[in-house]
């Protein structure tokens, strides 16, 4: 029997967040390497720059993107949302910053490689599917799975009110992606791609983690 269009699309959703399960949360190798009641600041800072960059290119430069190559009007009011959102969210982990006394140019920061080359790949493509495929579907996806607010409440409650806002956006933005599958991936041909760019993109989030992460273990208590 082929698979239709809507459940493809929600197949694809469904790998996505189990993938974030299974990578799980920084906010728990943040509490792992904070003492009681005093937070690793270092770690966190770390943590927070990180969160700050993905916002900024991922969150905002992709779906400004993705605005220009789909060509329906309630998709355009969607996507100019989640770039509002995003810009949002950008604002917040750099108001925490702020408040703990870390300048931030997000322009000059170095992410780790695997953020860097998710979002060249995506940003340079001209396809809605791969921008949508790599952006809504997965990295938005495996964000619904991962994103554990309540691991970050002993470490840092501020970052905890953070990760709380953005996990119930983030569901929303996952939507765009279902609907631009279910018009556009409408071919075996659309469909194996949109599966060999999520396979990417899970990759190089896998590698991107594994580093920031050992980053923020490594950060001496400060």
Known sequence: ???????????????????????????????????????????????????????????????????????????????????????????????????????????????????????????RSEDPLVIAAGLNVTIEGAIVGRYDPGSYVEPDPGTAKIVEQIRRDEPSHVQIGVKILERYATTERKRRRVESVMERIIGLTSNATRQLRSEMEVSPFK
């Open 1 to 123: 029997m082929v698979e239709d269009s809507h459940s493809f699309a929600a197949r694809m959703v469904k790998n996505a967040i189990e993938f974030g399960k299974g990578l799980g949360d920084e906010g728990q190798v943040l509490r792992r390497v904070s003492r009681t009641g005093t937070v690793n600041r270092k770690a966190l800072i770390t943590l927070l720059k990180d969160r700050c960059w993905l916002e900024y290119y991922e969150g905002i430069f992709l779906p400004a993107k993705l605005i220009h190559l789909v060509h329906d009007s309630d998709l355009h009011v969607e996507i100019a949302k989640q770039i509002s959102d995003e810009a949002r969210h950008y604002q917040l982990y750099l108001k925490r910053l702020e408040e703990l006394g870390e300048g931030f140019d997000v322009r000059k920061h170095e992410p780790p490689a695997g953020w860097r080359e998710a979002f060249e790949y995506l940003y």
